[in-house]
């Protein structure tokens, strides 16, 4: 079965961040300095974060919508909440 077009897309930013986390790999292998370290680690962290964010309006748009469908709102806000907690930390 194909993968989405949204799927195709999240699966290439995860092989950037892939690249970017080798990247800051050799970075520290050469000593590179400490701020430029840093502020790759916050270009992956911002590129998870995108991912991330494309994913919950994934599941909100389809899956908590059929389970609201089915009465399954329990479920549902659940797994909201349960993301909303992993997402402040």
Known sequence: MPMSPTKQK????????EGQ?????????????CIDVITQTSAVKQALS????????NH?????????????EGTAVKEILKVYGLKRK
Do not use: N, P
């Open 10 to 17: 999240l699966v290439r930013r995860l092989k950037i961040v």
């Open 21 to 33: 986390v080798r990247g800051l790999q050799e970075m520290l292998r050469k000593d590179t300095y």
């Open 50 to 57: 995108g991912i991330e964010d494309v994913l919950m309006e």
């Open 60 to 72: 909100l748009s389809t899956c908590v919508v059929h389970q609201m469908k089915k009465g399954k």
